[in-house]
């Protein structure tokens, strides 16, 4: 994770002797690190051993013991770690935080940056104006009383304005794929805004970075995907989604099969269309009507499936076939442009796998099978 070097002295434990040394500015890592030779020629001793992880997921142990670094001229004592003869010597995260120093990826410079000191009241005073001015997604007021306000993530980690560490399990809300603090799409992402900051991609227009990132993603994904429809968010997504199938149909000259078939217990997300399709009663309530065409399939967890609920034995990763003709009758469901089934693959003979898995569509196969 380190963007680029700069020359730091790391002296003696007495402050005398300093000598310079080229540095990796490296906030992936926790502790500044110099090779052992080093530290024990200016005669820092070794105070305990701890364990690190490597970048390759390796444990290893090595020794820390701590002395004076000088950075931009100002002298600080930090803890150091012993690292192997030959490894690019480190200036950690703890050691940026005691100088009050953070990176400018672009400048490829440090810069000083205000430390947390945030107290109780400061943490309230948020809380009280989160509650006043911000609406929330699927929020309500009265189960928002103690919210966790992030401040900061490096890789799969995040911290709250109390300094509590969390582990972000869901990778944020999923969209955060790659973990927090890569300084190297910050950098892309300031160039890019340098440029150009928007641009309008409505027919007739369009942008270099958009074009290239639409071709690139076309390289990666299934040999059945031609083109990529950019969106802000999952909501958003599945709007385009329900009205891609839609429009789908309508260009077939079958503008009827307009149905859409969404599993109980699924999230689609908080647009109109995508609240339609979540099938969880409470995340329609006062938001009617709904859009029309919606129609449910049970659910994918066998635990809660209305059919193998009391069963012995879980028929998981089947969608009741045996019943499939009495849904479709009853829902008319030759009416369904599109089964929006998370987690739900078609097979080749037309049934339906509850597996927990990515949705994938041949639309050239799965469109006009679905009839
Ligand atoms: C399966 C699924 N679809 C859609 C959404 C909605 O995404 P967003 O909150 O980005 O609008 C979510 C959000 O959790 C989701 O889990």
């Known amino acids: 994770m380190g963007v680029f070097s700069i020359t730091v002295e790391i002296g003696d434990p007495q402050g005398e002797r300093f ?19 080093l530290l024990r020629n200016l005669g820092v001793v070794p105070d305990e051993r701890r364990p690190f992880i490597l970048a390759d997921g390796r444990r290893v142990e090595h020794d820390m013991g701590q002395t004076w670094l000088r950075v931009d001229g100002r002298t600080r004592m930090t803890p150091v770690v012993f690292t192997d003869e030959g490894t690019q010597p480190l200036l950690g995260a703890v050691t940026l935080e005691e100088f009050g120093l953070g990176i400018d990826p672009v400048g490829r410079r440090l810069i000083p940056v205000p430390g947390y000191l945030m107290k109780a009241e400061d943490a309230e005073a948020l809380v009280r ?36 560490e969390y582990i972000d399990g869901l990778s944020s809300l999923w ?11 910050a950098e892309v992402a300031a160039r890019q805004m340098r440029e150009l900051a928007f641009s309008n991609s409505y027919v007739g227009y369009a942008n270099v970075p958009s074009i290239r990132l639409a071709e690139r993603l ?5 040999p059945n995907m031609q083109a990529a429809f950019f969106c802000n968010s999952g909501s958003e997504a599945v709007e385009g989604a329900i009205k891609i199938a839609r429009f789908f149909w309508y260009l077939q000259g079958q503008p009827e099969k307009m149905k ?26 006062g938001f009617g009507p709904m859009p029309e065409g919606f129609v449910r399939a049970e659910t994918c967890y066998p635990y809660r499936c209305g059919h193998c609920r009391g069963a012995d034995d879980f028929p998981f990763g089947d969608l009741h076939l045996g019943r499939r003709d009495d849904f479709v009758r009853a829902h008319d469901s030759g009416r369904a442009s ?10 080749q003979d037309d049934e339906f796998e509850c597996i927990e898995s990515r949705w994938t569509l041949d639309h050239t196969t799965f469109f006009p099978r679905v009839s």
């Open 19 to 37: 000598q310079a040394v080229e540095a990796l500015v490296d906030t992936g890592a926790s502790y500044t690190a110099m090779p052992a030779s």
């Open 129 to 164: 104006a989160d509650l006043a001015h911000q609406i929330h997604p699927q929020f309500h007021v009265r189960d928002h009383q103690d919210p966790v306000i992030y401040v900061r993530g490096e890789g799969a980690l995040l911290w709250d304005i109390h300094g509590n």
């Open 175 to 185: 969209n955060v794929a790659v973990g927090h603090g890569r300084k190297e799409l």
């Open 218 to 222: 076309m390289s990666l994904v299934y």
């Open 260 to 285: 859409i078939i969404a599993r109980k217990e699924a999230y689609h997300g908080g647009t109109l269309g995508a609240t339609a399709a979540t099938g969880m009663p409470a995340f329609h309530q």
């Open 338 to 347: 599109a089964h929006q089934l998370r987690g739900t693959q078609p097979r």
